[in-house]
């Protein structure tokens, strides 16, 4: 070989099987990220630190996550229509046409990862919760 190490590749958004869940908790999930399928794939783990229920519109609540040793405070919980999402922190802000508008803080620009991404939250989050829906 060339210096490089293969593996087999793991399907998308797979959860790692050989991954010990326990060293951090309940509510961290270990996911495989996959989009180079020749390279060894990186992990990277969501865990929900905290959760506070906090309903106005579609926001349920605010989230603490922390993935690759970075917190990342204050993301929003959302449901419209039985559908959940998790939004990142934002700062207001004024359009010229005097529209309120939100920046978010953080992005993910590839679109494969931040779907694995929300649905690692997700399911972090459900752990945290107990997997109770009530909750928020």
């Known amino acids: 070989m060339d210096g490089q190490r293969k593996r087999a590749p793991v399907g998308r958004g797979a959860v790692d099987p050989g991954a010990d869940l326990s060293v951090r908790g309940q509510n961290t999930l270990v996911l495989a990220d996959d989009r180079d399928n020749t390279a060894t794939p990186a992990i990277s783990q969501v865990t929900c630190l905290k959760f506070k229920a906090f309903e106005k519109n579609t926001l349920q609540g605010f989230v603490d996550l922390e993935t690759y040793g970075i917190t990342i405070c204050d993301c929003t919980l959302h449901l419209k229509e ?9 700062k207001p802000y004024k359009a010229q046409d005097g529209k309120d508008l939100w ?4 992005k993910i620009a590839d679109r494969d990862y931040y779907f694995r991404f929300q649905r690692a939250a997700l ?14």
């Open 103 to 106: 920046a978010p803080s953080v």
């Open 82 to 90: 039985g559908k959940r999402w998790v939004s990142f922190p934002a």
């Open 123 to 136: 399911e972090a989050l459900d752990r945290f919760t107990g997997g109770s829906n009530d909750s928020f």
